[in-house]
């Protein structure tokens, strides 16, 4: 529950921008439904990963600023997936990719200009990405040891840190009110950074995120 307070408080912002979106702007406002495929990766020289597949949903305010500028504020929710590289008999087993899963909320607030009006569009921005633990999906490789280490266990890497900044860049095709659209995001803080605290085997890790949603977003 500790981690519910930042996403309140972000979703507070959030609508406050909204708000002063909407009395600032005489451009449409129109909220969106999102739902998509995601592809997960930790970009890393410290473990040997498999990207996974999972879905995502949000909701997202579009609107109008200038011309052919607009924003884009949104909320989304994420159940993403990753395999790490282990053996149940360290260096001398068979490596397999063990699966985690880690649900995230995520706060963005996105620039997009509009190349065709209401049809194409491209986008980018920051994005707050709170996550929580790194879960093992299946516990009985909680003691199998991470390629590339002696003790390292999979289940000693799951407390990973919480609060991550993201870089999103996209695009939206489409109509008024249905478009769909791809979008990749950059993790550009160390999300295994809190494992160096842990006094684990190796106390230098250090990994970005990376997210490719596919998905469609319906307007309201």
Not at 50 to 63: A, D
Request: proline share 1%; charged share 15%.
């Amino acid at each position: 529950m500790k981690y519910i307070s930042p996403i309140i408080l972000f979703t507070v912002l959030l609508c406050t921008s909204i708000t002063f979106s909407q009395r600032n702007f005489k451009e449409f406002n129109i909220i969106g439904i999102s739902g998509g495929i995601t592809l997960y990766d930790i970009i890393t020289n410290d473990l040997q990963t498999k990207r996974g597949e999972s879905l995502m949903f949000g909701l997202q305010m579009r609107g109008n600023v200038y011309n052919n500028f607009d924003m884009l504020y949104g909320i989304a929710f994420y159940d993403t997936k990753i395999g790490i590289a282990g053996s149940s008999l360290g260096p001398l087993g068979t490596s397999k990719f063990i699966n985690y899963t880690m649900q995230s909320a995520q706060i963005s607030v996105l620039w997009g200009y509009k190349i065709i009006k209401n049809h194409l569009s491209i986008e980018g921005g920051p994005i707050l990405n709170v996550n929580g633990k790194l879960t093992l999906k299946d516990t009985q490789f909680k003691n199998d040891i991470l390629d590339g280490y002696t003790t390292l266990r999979a289940v000693d890497i799951e407390d990973v840190s919480k609060a991550n900044f993201h870089a999103a860049i996209g695009m939206t095709a489409g109509f008024r009110n249905f478009r769909i659209f791809t979008q990749y995001q950059y993790g550009v803080t160390n999300i295994l950074n809190k494992l160096n605290s842990q006094n684990l085997e190796n106390t230098g890790f250090k990994g970005n995120s990376s997210l490719l949603v596919f998905g469609a977003t319906v307007y309201l």
